[in-house]
């Protein structure tokens, strides 16, 4: 009997194909993980305390939150959606309107955010914040 | 003359190298998270709904956590230690981005005692980290 030698094929160089897969989608991963660490947030603009701002009592809105997160407009107790209407209203006729928000030390930083970004939304240029009990 | 013709090799990319390019990629992201490790405290997130990205290149977190006890980069500071620590970051690089992340039942006063120290540091913008709302 003849024994026939097989001949070996050379290693497919493309053989490596699902190595890549799986590098790649590592890869991916990674990239994804690394954007969840981005911070979002708001951007603000800290107040001077050593220079204050004067600014004419006509413009000037002021809204305090309560150690227990009661929001008051002008030294009224106030809801959200009041406080909004409030703001647009002032908006309308003071262009020059400032929003001073007064927030109690024991008010939760939640209560703070919710108006900040309520203030945001409206696109009011002209704010300034501070604990109460603070000279502004 | 006689012409023999030889069969022609099919043209072939070879994919054994994508692999290696693959896995040095790899390494290299994993190396680049590793530098921009981060401490993270477990605190419940604010949240809101229309938020901006306030990351910059070069950042500064502050955590402020329910009892008040504030952290930076893990290690647990009072206000003086704060101080120092904003101070030194912005000296070395001013454009750095200082972002103050307090737990959403965080009372204001402790929120507003990193408030204070950036204000004695002359420091204007400061990113307020909140979580989107879903």
């Keep these: 009997m003849i024994k026939l030698k097989e001949r070996r094929k050379p290693d497919d160089p493309g053989d490596s194909g699902s190595l890549n897969d799986l590098s790649f989608l590592l890869i991916v991963f990674f990239i994804v993980i690394a954007g969840f660490n981005v911070n979002k947030g708001f951007l603000m603009d800290l107040p ?29 107790i106030t809801t959200m959606e009041a406080l909004t209407e409030s703001v647009l209203e002032k908006k309308r006729n003071n262009a020059n309107m400032t929003f001073a928000l007064t927030v109690s030390p024991g008010a939760e930083w939640q209560r703070v955010v919710d108006v900040i970004h309520e203030i945001r939304r409206l696109e009011v240029s002209n704010f300034s914040f501070k604990m109460g009990g603070e000279q502004s | 003359m006689i012409r023999i013709s030889r069969p022609r090799k099919k043209p072939m990319i070879p994919m054994s190298s994508m692999s290696d390019i693959g896995f040095l990629l790899l390494i290299f992201i994993m190396l680049i998270s590793l530098i921009n490790q981060r401490h993270e405290v477990p605190i419940e997130y604010s949240e809101a709904t229309r938020l901006e990205k306030t990351q910059e290149s070069d950042n500064l977190e502050i955590w402020v956590e329910t009892n008040g006890r504030l952290s930076v980069d893990g290690q647990i500071v009072d206000d003086a230690k704060l ?21 959403r039942k965080t009372p204001y006063r402790h929120v507003n005692r990193v408030v204070r120290v950036l204000q004695a540091l002359q420091h204007r913008t400061v990113s307020f980290v909140v979580k989107e709302a879903l």
């Design chain 1, 48 to 76: 001077d305390a050593s220079r204050p701002r004067i600014v004419q009592t006509a413009d000037l809105l002021k809204c305090a939150i309560s150690d227990s997160g009661e929001i008051s407009l002008n030294g009224e």
């Design chain 2, 83 to 103: 101080e120092s620590i904003i101070a030194a970051a912005l000296s070395e690089k001013p454009a750095t981005r200082v972002h103050v992340i307090a737990d």
